[in-house]
């Protein structure tokens, strides 16, 4: 006969497996799920993408064929394009005005992947008519934010948590640089690069699907030739190294310069006080008036790349359009028409490597490569530089060429451009747009850090719970309450759905506030019947700010079908108890020693803001003559959830989220709500 103890000892670890299996189960389950929408949203991007480049050739043919050359002036040609882009913004997604990359992080950053659906239709007209009437500009930009909005679209029509909103939006941005420019590797590293700011290894996954199922449909309908052909390049001498680091400080320069003149210009029209929908109009006069002189600005430019590459323009007309791109790009975006920035970079990078090249061609005492060569290095070099982007730079011109033979001198220009641009201005251009609307990306960066971001209440969740039936009468429910010690229940139905919650201050509600509560009363007349919820895919960042919003201890945790199965529930002690692990290392911790805490720490759960005359605005957190007994668990500052350390900085209206006991909660209080010095008391 097996021992009690025996027994007991292989229950548990019969329970323990099952729970592995179950959770080993769920999470497989989870991962299917994020395979098929990573392939569905790389397809429709794909098939996005088809469909914006056929916009692009139709609107040209319609202002540059349909309308007879020579009958409507060009500068009025291309304005009438830019009026069409601005009443289109303006009535249909002002989100669409613009290069659209900034306003893709800024929905990753504040909005948790938020993005209207109707954006990817504007900004698919909207930049066609921009790029098809003559705006110089270019499409990877659009086809980033459509391809974004897609995946935001699918997202939110099945209801997913936030950071697989996310995620999509990261995959349809892969898809659309991988089918636009036929650039599978360097689309990954352009959605994690730039638009995600990480390298987590979910996301890899998820997004090299998108952008592996992007490029293939896309080669199928268009083929797999490279973007720009190329004569083939190598280096040619040694010496050559020390003028690929002078035309990496050149194209530093000369991306910073971009930058600025494109946020200079939008200043001026930001200015004029003139309906915003006319603003387009008079930027395409204006590009129109430059292409009198230079009609190689039109478009995106993709033929005067080639002729750089090939090394069969003029010097002087390479150097000359070095700023005419620059400016018509300006002109262009700066005054609300809709395009990218992307391959204006390119083109404004090829034009200066090919002048740098040929000038190096006639001084150089030694042989050296054509000015082909320091055209293909100065594509990636200004992009980098503007972007601040030098993987993404590199990975993408080996892509668009197919030329892999100049990777040394390559390498040495984007970094020397990368961090010249980096001394001579810190933000990118897409950062600085972000910047001018208070979205700081070194704080997103803090952000996703926060290790609570990264725990998923699955991971966490109490499995093993009661729950009450909403006929369950009202002394039983007592009974249970007063038997169990716990502060609340979730109220499921015979199917284990989630009907509502229920908790002691419920029940004193009713006491207080209602008549005697009759003998025949149930938990279905004190239940909360909307008490919020989270599934188990959400982040405990995520549940925390909604057991703050709601003022309340646990919260259930229901699948994230439309079922609403009741699968856990995730309780204060069940997130301390992560984090806990999570800033140790990691280390398991011993059940008996967790038992403790729950049993003799009777905490009251606090949430305190600091008023706009605080003292402790701009100071740390280890400044703070914190009570003993008291533990603080997070500040919520706006939309964003911060995990206090020793270094953290306050800020007034910030909302302190903290645990304490019963006798330090008036101390804590008068620490955290003063409008003047508090000196620490001995041993405080």
């Known amino acids: 006969m097996t021992p009690p103890r025996e027994l007991e000892g292989l229950l548990k670890g019969g329970r323990l497996s099952l729970r592995r299996l179950r959770r080993s189960w769920l999470e497989s389950h989870d991962v299917f799920r994020l395979v098929i929408l990573s392939l569905l949203v790389g397809s429709i991007t794909a098939g996005g993408a088809a469909v914006f480049r056929w916009l692009i050739d139709s609107f040209h043919w319609l202002f540059f064929t349909w309308i007879p050359p020579g009958t409507v002036p060009l500068p009025f040609l291309v304005g009438a394009g830019g009026l069409l882009v601005g009443l289109l913004v303006w009535f249909g997604a002002r989100e669409a005005q613009g290069h659209g990359v900034p306003e893709v992080i800024m929905a990753v950053a504040l909005r948790g992947g938020r993005i209207r659906g109707r954006v990817a239709v504007v900004k698919a007209l909207a930049s066609a008519i921009?790029?098809?009437?003559?705006?110089s500009a270019g499409r990877e930009g659009p086809i980033v934010q459509i391809g974004a909005a897609l995946g935001s679209k699918l997202g939110q029509l099945l209801r997913s948590p936030e950071e697989r909103v996310i995620l999509l939006v990261a995959c349809g941005s892969a898809a659309g640089i991988s089918a636009t420019f036929?650039?599978?590797?360097?689309?990954?590293?352009?959605?994690?690069?730039?638009i995600l700011g990480e390298f987590a290894t979910r996301s890899f996954s998820m997004?090299?699907?998108?952008?592996?199922?992007?490029?293939?449909?896309?080669?199928?309908?268009?083929?797999?030739?490279p973007a720009f052909a190329t004569p083939g390049h190598t280096l040619v001498h040694p010496a050559e190294f020390g003028w690929y680091l002078g035309l990496g400080l050149l194209a530093g320069l000369v991306g910073v310069l971009y930058t600025r003149m494109l946020y200079l210009v939008e200043d001026g029209f930001d200015g004029l006080r003139i309906p915003a929908p006319v603003k387009p109009a008079v930027g395409g006069i204006l590009v129109g008036l430059v292409a009198l002189a230079f009609p190689q600005v039109m478009g995106n430019g993709y033929e005067v790349i080639e002729g750089a590459l090939a090394a069969n323009m003029e010097l002087r007309l390479m150097a000359i359009l070095v700023l005419a791109k620059i400016v018509a790009t300006a002109l262009t975006l700066g005054s609300g028409g809709s395009g990218g920035t992307f391959a204006p970079a390119l083109y404004i990078g090829a034009v200066l490597g090919g002048a740098f090249g040929g000038w190096v061609n006639g001084v150089a005492p030694h042989p050296t490569a054509s000015g082909g060569a320091y055209a293909l290095v100065g594509m990636a070099a200004v992009f980098a530089a503007s972007a601040r982007a030098p993987i993404?730079?590199?990975?993408?011109?080996?892509?668009?060429?197919?030329?892999?033979?100049?990777?040394?001198?390559?390498?040495?220009?984007?970094?020397?451009?990368?961090?010249?641009?980096?001394?001579?201005?810190?933000?990118?251009?897409?950062?600085?747009?972000?910047k001018r609307r208070g979205v700081d990306l070194a704080a997103r960066e803090r952000i996703l850090q926060d290790p609570m971001r990264r725990i998923s209440v699955g991971e966490v969740m109490t499995r093993d719970f009661e729950t009450v039936t909403p006929d369950l009468p009202v002394p039983d429910l007592v009974d249970l309450f007063n038997r169990t010690g716990h502060h609340g229940f979730p109220v499921a139905d015979e199917r284990g759905r989630l009907r509502g919650m229920v908790t002691l201050k419920d029940l004193e509600f009713a006491r207080v506030r209602r008549r005697p509560l009759s003998a025949e009363a149930t938990v279905r007349e004190l239940a909360t019947t909307d008490p919020g919820y989270v599934c188990p895919e959400d982040s405990l960042a995520m549940a925390l700010r909604s057991m703050g919003r709601l003022g309340v201890g646990r919260l259930p945790v229901v699948d994230s079908g439309a079922s609403r199965r009741l699968v856990g529930v995730l309780r204060r002690a069940d997130i301390i108890a992560a984090y806990s692990r999570e800033v140790s290392g990691g280390e398991a911790t011993d059940p008996v020693d967790s038992l403790k805490v729950r049993t003799t720490f009777e905490a009251e759960f606090l949430e305190i803001a600091l008023p706009a005359d605080t003292p402790w605005d701009g100071q740390c957190v280890r400044s703070m003559p914190i009570p003993e007994q008291a533990v603080l668990v997070a500040i919520r500052r706006g939309e964003e959830t911060l995990i206090p350390r020793g270094g953290t900085v306050l800020r007034a209206g910030d909302v302190v989220v903290a645990f304490s006991r019963p006798e330090t909660r008036t101390d804590l209080r008068r620490v955290l709500a003063a409008t003047r010095p508090i000196v620490p008391s001995e041993g405080g």
């Open 130 to 135: 921009t790029l098809g009437s003559g705006g």
């Open 207 to 225: 997004v090299v699907l998108s952008s592996v199922t992007a490029a293939a449909i896309s080669r199928a309908m268009l083929g797999n030739a």
């Open 392 to 434: 993404t730079a590199v990975l993408i011109l080996f892509e668009l060429t197919g030329d892999y033979r100049i990777i040394l001198p390559l390498m040495v220009s984007t970094v020397m451009a990368t961090m010249v641009s980096t001394l001579v201005d810190r933000e990118s251009i897409y950062s600085v747009k972000l």
């Open 182 to 194: 036929n650039a599978p590797v360097a689309g990954v590293f352009f959605a994690l690069e730039v």
